[in-house]
């Protein structure tokens, strides 16, 4: 289990995000929404590793993350970005290969480039996995970098917006395979996600953040409702059954009179 107790983060006094506890289990999807700037990407690169929280802990299987090695850590845990920073030029298949680093020694083994070959064939990228991935198009590294985190083998996989460049196909090819991870594989998945809709189908849980803090979480039915959805976006929305999870239709933002 992963959990995430009284989580703080501030960048130098600005405090980002504030008093945050979630609790995610092995086979369970759990989506991180909110306005954009509330800190969900905060949230996904503390639990990462990638920044060391003011206060508060994570766990993992009861382990502090803060006493395991980089490596160590990277075994348990996937992470992928919303896109890399800086210039990348390498090929895509080295890219997914860098997913195998936490179980290499100082070479590739024959497994380890036959797993990056299958993660390569499953999400479809073969016609792609020479090119360089600076050339390729935001969508296209978009699914290299969860071929990346698939080849990882983790336990745990944090997903920063995966679907934010991706067309419509690709959205639902790309959840739907995280989807069958985290359900055929046990494998436990937080993802930050603007699209209310798609979080409400995919999603067990759905934690709603709103200046840096958790205002609700449950399931879809609980937390996607009208009330909630006007105080945390400020947007009127009628909130419809669709395949027995909520879908949202936003009409109007709301202004405050006076
Ligand atoms: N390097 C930085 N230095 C100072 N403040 C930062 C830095 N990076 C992010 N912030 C601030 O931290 C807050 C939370 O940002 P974060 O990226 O976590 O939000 P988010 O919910 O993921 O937003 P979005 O939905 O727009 O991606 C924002 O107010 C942002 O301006």
Not at 112 to 127: F, P, S
Not at 162 to 191: C, W, Y
Request: charged content about 20%.
């Amino acid at each position: 289990m992963l959990h995430v107790e009284k989580l703080c983060f501030n960048y130098k006094k600005m405090a980002i995000i504030k008093d945050i506890d979630i609790d995610l289990h092995q086979g369970q999807m759990l989506s991180v929404v909110g306005p954009n700037g509330t800190g969900k990407t905060t949230l996904l690169k503390c639990i990462a590793g990638i920044f060391t929280p003011g206060k508060g802990k994570i766990f993992i299987d009861g382990t502090d993350i803060s006493c395991m090695s980089r490596m160590a850590h990277a075994r348990r845990v996937g992470y992928v970005p919303q896109n890399l920073p800086g210039k990348f030029p390498i090929t895509v298949f080295d890219v997914v290969l860098m997913g195998r680093r936490p179980h290499m020694t100082w070479k590739p083994s024959e497994n380890d480039l036959k797993k990056v070959a299958g993660v390569i064939g499953a999400l479809d990228l073969e016609e792609i996995s020479m090119r360089d991935f600076d050339q390729l198009s935001g969508g296209q590294k978009q699914k290299v970098l969860l071929a990346r985190a698939v080849a990882q083998e983790t336990d745990y996989l944090l997903l920063d917006e995966p679907t934010s460049n991706l067309d419509l196909r690709h959205q639902l090819e790309v959840l739907e395979l995280i989807f069958g991870m985290v359900k055929e594989r046990g494998v436990a998945a937080m993802l930050a996600m603007h699209d209310l809709n798609l979080a409400s189908r995919f999603s067990d849980t759905i934690v709603m953040m709103h200046n840096g803090r958790i205002v609700c979480s449950g399931n879809p039915h609980q937390v996607l409702t009208v009330e909630n959805i006007r105080s945390v976006y400020g947007v009127e929305a009628v909130v419809q059954q669709a395949d027995g999870h909520p879908h949202i239709l936003p009409t109007r933002p709301v202004y405050a009179v006076g």
